[in-house]
């Protein structure tokens, strides 16, 4: 089981300063008792998501020609961008290299300071999902074909509280999905559809935030690992203090 | 019924500060349920306009300004008097603004501001159900709209921020996709609860304006 820090790319601090200590941070985990369980060897080591701060593609980019063996995914929501802006995306994440994508619904701008901003929910994740491995799209001739279909793991943010979760998890594993990754609310998860999921041999990973987690990341690690989860992502807030500085 | 709710009355005033002569057309239609264009709104209005220091050379209310057969009908009772008439204030949606503008070729000021197609619960009392998506999926859903009633407007399934009962955004109400579960099953819908929505065709909407 891999844990995996997830970080929003930062708004007021200076990029460079940030890869630095992103990097640091990612070699403090090595060091600590967590990578007695870390045997997540397909699983990135890093998540850097794209909200409203620094452009996500730029800095996965940086971070690939500076510290080239760091193994990143790069997340995005629907809420902020059309499928021609995604498409363009793609192409850019496929050329440097990224093929670990993890795409969710995203916050609605009501719910943030953003809240007279248009949400643009073009696509929904399926729809994500039919241009990645369905080649909806592939009638525009410039646009690579099977390669991308296949080049990309598409890893889905899903909720896993009621009956209707799993009928869009199985609509996703119908698509192609390749991870599911299990918004954590702090409820007890269904564990028939994690079973249903890892029978259908897709990974599972639970997507946590630090405020959920306390004040021993081993403690919630202990307590999570008879779920038969592949990974934990930990969502932190700051690269250089965080849950995984303090343990 | 599509919904209006009154405008901000300076703005109006703002709009006629150029003409004298203004004329008032209310809506006998959709304005009138929601009490923005019926003839007690067009009195208010005709008041508020006298007091105000203008001339109304006219006040009616027409059935469906939005039509263009029933206006040429109506609009032939104030014939003389909209010669003599400068600016119409309109007390209906955008669609009869526009169309009495287009008809008449005067300055036409909108007196409301138009909302969404609306169900009833009671007057003042108003739920957006349907959005006009040019292509409905309500056989497929259980007889709910998502599209409208999740403020993500999604097609597949629930967003990751739901609670198992409750919508993300509208902490008080119940996440579409629950009660899409719920009716699908009801009513033995099981070929309709696996079936995957493609995007949706935005080219649609688009095409349904002709300038
Ligand atoms: S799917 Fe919803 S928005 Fe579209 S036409 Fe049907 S009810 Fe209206
Ligand atoms: S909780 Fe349900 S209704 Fe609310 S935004 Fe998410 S999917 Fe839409």
Redesign the pocket.
């Known amino acids: 089981m891999r844990i995996i820090p997830q970080i929003e790319t930062p708004v007021s601090e200076n990029y460079i300063n940030f890869e630095e200590n992103l990097i640091k941070l990612i070699d403090e985990i090595k060091k600590t008792e967590l990578s007695n369980i870390d045997t997540g060897q397909n699983l990135p080591q890093i998540i850097i998501e794209q909200n409203f701060g620094v452009n996500g593609l730029l800095l996965c980019k940086d971070l690939k020609d500076k510290y080239g063996n760091v193994n990143i995914a790069y997340a995005f929501n629907m809420r902020d961008k059309n499928r021609i802006s995604i498409l363009s995306d793609l192409i850019t994440l496929k050329q440097i290299g990224i093929k670990d994508i993890i795409a969710s619904e995203g916050l609605h701008p009501l719910k943030t300071v953003f809240n007279a901003a248009k949400p643009v929910y073009d696509l929904d994740i399926l729809g994500l999902g039919l241009i990645l491995k369905r080649g909806f799209m592939n009638y525009l001739e410039h646009i690579p074909g099977k390669d991308t279909q296949d080049f990309f793991n598409l890893g889905a943010v899903v909720a896993l509280s009621s009956a209707v979760d799993g009928l869009k998890i199985k609509k996703l594993i119908n698509i192609g999905a390749d991870r599911f990754i299990i918004n954590y609310t702090g409820k007890n998860l269904d564990e028939d559809i994690i079973n249903y999921i890892k029978s259908e041999k897709k990974e599972v990973i639970l997507l946590v935030k630090e405020s959920y987690i306390g004040n021993s990341l081993e403690n919630f690690i202990r307590e999570n690992v008879n779920l038969n989860l592949d990974g934990i992502i930990i969502k932190i807030l700051d690269e250089k203090t965080n849950v995984f500085t303090r343990q | 019924m599509f919904l209006t709710e009154k405008k901000d009355i300076k703005e109006i005033d703002e709009a006629l500060n150029k003409y004298k002569k203004v004329g008032i057309i209310g809506c006998a239609s959709c304005a009138s349920v929601c009490l923005t264009g019926g003839s007690k709104e067009v009195r208010e209005m005709e008041k508020h306009l006298k007091d105000s220091g203008k001339e109304v050379t006219f006040t009616i209310s027409i059935d469906e300004p939005c039509d263009k057969r029933v206006l040429r009908e109506d609009i032939r009772f104030v014939e003389d008097e909209m010669k003599n008439t400068e600016a119409v204030v309109v007390l209906s949606c955008g669609t009869g603004v526009q169309t009495i503008g287009e008809f008449i070729g005067k300055k036409t000021v909108s007196g409301t501001d138009s909302k969404y197609i609306a169900q009833t619960e009671h007057i003042g009392e108003y739920n957006a ?10 056989n497929f859903t259980g007889g709910v ?1 998502t ?2 009633l999740c403020p993500k407007g999604l097609l597949n399934g629930p967003c990751e921020g739901h609670n198992g009962i409750n919508c993300e955004v509208y902490e008080d109400k119940e996440c579409v996709f629950v009660k899409s579960y719920e009716l699908m099953t009801k009513y033995s819908e099981e070929e309709n609860l696996l079936k995957i929505f493609n995007p949706r065709d935005y080219g649609l909407s688009v095409k349904r304006t002709k300038i």
């Open positions: 159900l349907c959005g006009g998506c040019d292509e409905c999926r309500l709209c599209i409208t």
